[in-house]
């Protein structure tokens, strides 16, 4: 079996499987935790497990990581990074400063979807990358919507928390709708914006898929247009990607 693990600034993804995802898990990301503690919460994904894949975006938690992975279970984990072999050509002024977590999410594209694809990843922050004959062209990046909702609360303080439901209606007429409304709408139209100036830009075919995934991206999927394409575990799907590349 093969854990494959996205570490994210907000949570941490594993799945676990082979080829095919079996189960996934979502823990909140503790920048604090030390080896000792990430093992004791994790001990029990490593039953049958002899291959382990992470991308992270946390770089304090890949030593945390390797260690109790390496000391407890004899196994050395493949991080993307430099000398690993992906199948993604990066086209970016310094190719070192795009993470893993968009390296694996192009490497998913690839694998599921063609080797062009429009990719938004909504977590602590949202995220577009353009692939296009394998390469990632460039990538916007924007505040998440979680993090969106934080700032204006820490901001107003009048405002409480609140879940995101979806908005019934543009505007609304308690504080709660308002918030929904403008906070889902603003984020689901940007989104949509943005992916628009990517086509106008660079010319892209009118069909090229546009991949939705990230902990956010459900919460505004009812307001998007219905040919986006929904996909959770596509970081889980890029990696498993990459660690069979590796494999050779």
Do not use: W
């Amino acid at each position: 079996m093969r854990l494959t693990v996205d570490i994210g600034n907000s949570n941490i993804l594993i799945g676990k499987g082979n080829d095919d995802i079996l189960e996934t898990y979502r823990y909140t990301t503790d920048h604090n935790k030390s080896s000792d503690e990430y093992y004791i919460m994790l001990k029990h994904l490593f039953e049958d497990v002899d291959a382990v894949i992470i991308a992270s975006v946390v770089p304090q938690l890949n030593t945390v990581f390797k260690t109790f992975i390496t000391r407890y279970f004899d196994l050395t984990p493949i991080f993307v990074g430099p000398g690993i072999k992906t199948g993604v050509k990066i086209r970016t002024e310094n190719p070192k400063e795009v993470g893993a977590d968009l390296v694996a999410g192009a490497a998913g594209a690839i694998e599921s979807y063609g080797q062009d694809a429009i990719i938004i990843d909504m977590g602590t922050a949202t995220t577009f990358t353009y692939l296009q004959n394998k390469q990632i062209k460039g990538v916007s990046i924007t505040i998440g919507l979680d993090s969106s909702r934080s700032c204006l609360i820490s901001k107003a303080s009048k405002l409480l928390q609140f879940e995101f439901e979806d908005p019934k209606h543009v505007l609304g007429t308690n504080t709660i709708d308002a918030l929904n409304s403008g906070l889902l709408y603003g984020h689901a139209n940007q989104v949509m914006g943005i992916v628009e100036m990517i086509k106008k830009e660079y010319k892209t075919s009118q069909d090229i898929p546009v991949i939705m995934t990230g902990g956010a991206a459900k919460l505004i999927q009812s307001v998007l247009p219905t040919d986006y394409i929904f996909d959770d575990l596509l970081l889980l799907k890029g990696l498993n990607y990459i660690y069979k590349k590796n494999q050779a």
